[in-house]
């Protein structure tokens, strides 16, 4: 691969390289240079951990003359704090020998500081969508000057519900600029906000690639349920040696209060949770607690962990396995950065055997399985979600039946109520009457 002399950067930017020790563009940075460099529009398909930060930051650092002028000239726009807080920190890293003012603006927290901060000057804002609007609004600050945007994580965004304030951003912004955005997925969200606002954008993929990291070791097991999860878990957590940095993945929220509740009974202060519920100082400060190795163990869901730069883990287990297996990607790309190891477990159920082997297909690989170690009880307690149910074709109200007398009825002696709105969908979607009430119906439409 080429090396980072042929990209003509400067004497500044190369030091800063030498300082980081990167000896090689990694291959979004090698791609992206030279389309953000012409001016062009781009769009980046990269995952976090590829090097993404620097593959947008190099060509602008290189292309940001020297200026006294107070209204920034680039904006990066990420979802969340913790991102503006780390994009922040490597862009101070890179712009280490040069006299680039760079200043990082989220929600959360008192408004008036950013604003005494904005007034000294800034030639690079990285802000979340929601915090940047009202400064705006507020007249702090003004976007006018901006003659590059940078949108990280749009999947993640645009999944957080930002879309309104991104497009109220675009229409503050100069019309003449150039767009780069970086997203781990393609979406449908992602390809209109493209469409709307980008012209002729470059397309440029590093996307998941078929084969897993090298350094990354990966194992599954097959386990009945949740509880039982829990008991394999905790048993191999109990190895605090080589389980010193551990990520756990699960899907959602629920899951993760779940989790946390059950791994703090065992292991009290050496486990933590983030999750969107979670309050910003909570996330913030259990990521620097984890980063400190204070805490030991992070449970974490997909959308909170993507972004972070979280060093040396020593494993990620897999608590649930991922529907998109783009997210599994996702989340062993947490471990074996660099020339370090990590380790991978997922955890998979009966239920979840085909979004396993979707993954595996997508690696084109397949993930040796480990015996459960026999110590490990196996449970017999089921989740709420996990005790079987009888699933209603309409219920509205959500209510999941799990009565024994609901299930002995027979299919044909079963009435289920429609409810009017139900009959009207489907009245409308089929043109005619699918109850077989209306007696009058093939009447009244004969003439028709
Ligand atoms: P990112 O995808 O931007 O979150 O970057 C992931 C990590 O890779 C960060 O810790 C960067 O400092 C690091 N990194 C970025 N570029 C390189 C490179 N060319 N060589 C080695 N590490 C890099």
Redesign the pocket.
Known sequence: MESFSTFKISKQLQYAIED?G?????PI?SQSFSVIQSGKDMVGIAQ???????AYMLPILQGLPFSMQEQPRVLVMVPTRELVIQVVE?IEKFSKYMNVRVLGVYGGVNMNRQKEAIVLGTDVIVATPGRLYDLVLSRALQLKSVKKLVIDEVDVMLDLGFRFQITNIFELLPKRRQNVMFSATMTDDVNELIHDFFTAPETISVAVSGTPLDNIKQFCYSVPNFYTKINLLVNLLQDTESFSKVLVFVSNKKSADLLFTELDEIFGEEVAVIHSNKTQNYRIRSIENFNEEKTRILVTTDIMARGL?LDSISHVVNFDTPPFPENYMHRIGRTG??EQEGTSFLFYTEKEEPAKEAIEALMNVSIPLLEIPSEVEISRQLTYEEQPKHHEGNNPLNIEDSGKGFHEKSEKNRKVNLGGSYKRTIKKKYKKPKTKGDKNFNRRNKNK
């Open positions: 980081l990167f000896e090689k563009p990694t940075q976090t951990g590829t090097g993404k930060t620097f490597e730069d950065r660099a």
